[in-house]
C-alpha cells in the first residue's frame, strides 16, 4: 500500500490543524492505519490508529482529548484532527499502515508502509 500524507503548516499555539493520508495500492481497507509524529533525534512517536469501516480508533495519551482519527472510506483517505495545538506538537508526523485488522499496533517496527511525512509547526 502506497501511503501520501498532506496537510502539515505552521500554526500558532490553540489553533487546529487537519492532516491527510490518502492510501492506494491492492486491499487497502486490509490494512490498519497509524499516525506517528517525530522530532530530529528522537523516534516516532504513536499519536494513533484505526480500522477502516469501524468507529474504532485508539488515541495515545499525550494527545487524547485534543486530536481524532476518521477515515472517508470511499476516499480511501484518514484524517488526523489536531485541536488546542501546543507548542509541544511540533513535529514530523506521519502516516503508516499495518497488514492487520486484528492486532492493535502502537510500535512503529509493526508498520510496514509509511508515507512521506508532512510537517507540523506549532509556535507559541
Known amino acids: 500500500v502506497q501511503l501520501q500524507a498532506s496537510g502539515g503548516g505552521l500554526v500558532q499555539a490553540g489553533d487546529s490543524l487537519r492532516l491527510s493520508c490518502a492510501a492506494s495500492g491492492r486491499a487497502v481497507k486490509a490494512y490498519s492505519m497509524g499516525w506517528f509524529r517525530q522530532n530530529p533525534g528522537t523516534g516516532r512517536e504513536f499519536v494513533g490508529t484505526?480500522?477502516?469501516?469501524?468507529?474504532?480508533?485508539l488515541i495515545a495519551n499525550s494527545v487524547k482529548g485534543r486530536f481524532t482519527i476518521s477515515a472517508d472510506n470511499a476516499k480511501n483517505t484518514v484524517y488526523l484532527q489536531m485541536n488546542s495545538l501546543k507548542p509541544e506538537d511540533t513535529a514530523v508526523y506521519y502516516c503508516?499502515?499495518?497488514?492487520?485488522?486484528?492486532?492493535?499496533?502502537?510500535?512503529?517496527?509493526?508498520?510496514?508502509?509509511w508515507g512521506q511525512g508532512t510537517q507540523v509547526t506549532v509556535s507559541s
Open positions: 503508516a499502515a499495518h497488514g492487520s485488522r486484528l492486532r492493535v499496533a502502537t510500535s512503529p517496527g509493526e508498520y510496514n508502509s
Open positions: 484505526m480500522r477502516w469501516n469501524t468507529d474504532w480508533t
